[in-house]
């Protein structure tokens, strides 16, 4: 990916610099950022996506939870040097007792998604890949305990995953209201979903993003969306 540009800093993407996914990069620059006062990553890892929304949104103030210890330190570390680091807001634990007086305008995820097969070795990896922390209902059921009424969470997920996800929000009262599929090439079947969901009813959206042409070169839709991180664009 070469280098990942915040305002007034770059991210170098090489074996010691923050690890830099297309999934969170995709998700951090299409949540319905702007408008939200409050915003909460959950699973934040280094802390790439809070920062792309504090970068998109010089009000908010976004709380980060992360429950790996390593992970966790470089995001602190990520957060001081940013411009933005007084509105970033990083807690080491578990969702599931973390607490706060006040609700979000807005959540954002990027869960683990691998739901069968070999437990990765690692365990901080394995914690980042697979579900058996933090299960989809887990997940549902924290975004509505810690989501405002008028609130927004916003998720990426694999095609199947998003599908089952997105029967699981409406069964527990969450509506889908946008969902973007993310191509890999335009004549590929939808590898992610990019999925909103809120508490009321709205007529949905929806949309397709594509990421490379034929030559691997970055689609036009993708570098729409992203062009604000990427320093040659």
Request: glycine share 6%; with cysteine.
């Amino acid at each position: 990916m070469g280098v990942f540009r915040f305002k007034q800093f770059d991210i170098q993407h090489d074996k010691n610099a923050m690890k830099v996914g297309t999934d969170g990069v995709v998700l951090g620059a299409w949540a319905d950022v702007p408008g939200a006062k409050r915003i909460l990553d959950i699973g934040s890892g280094t802390g790439l996506i809070a920062m792309m929304c504090a970068q998109r949104n010089l009000n908010a103030q976004i709380d980060a939870v992360e429950i790996d210890s390593i992970a966790y330190s470089e995001m602190v570390s990520n957060f001081k040097r940013t411009p933005w680091h007084n509105r970033l807001n990083a807690f080491e634990g578990d969702i599931k007792d973390y607490q706060t007086a006040d609700g979000y305008d807005l959540i954002v995820t990027n869960p683990p998604f691998f739901v069968a097969g070999t437990s990765a070795p690692d365990l901080s990896r394995g914690r980042a890949r697979h579900t058996s922390h933090l299960s989809p209902e887990d997940l549902v059921m924290h975004i509505i305990r810690l989501l405002n009424v008028n609130g927004k969470a916003c998720v990426i997920l694999p095609y199947a995953e998003g599908k089952d996800f997105t029967q699981m929000c409406r069964k527990k009262g969450l509506h889908l209201t946008k969902e973007t599929s993310f191509l890999p090439y335009a004549d590929k079947p939808t590898e992610r979903l990019l999925l909103q969901f809120e508490n009321e009813p709205k007529n949905l959206v929806q949309n397709t993003i594509v990421h490379y042409n034929e030559d691997r070169s970055w689609h036009e839709s993708y570098k729409t969306l992203t062009q604000a991180f990427h320093p040659m664009l």
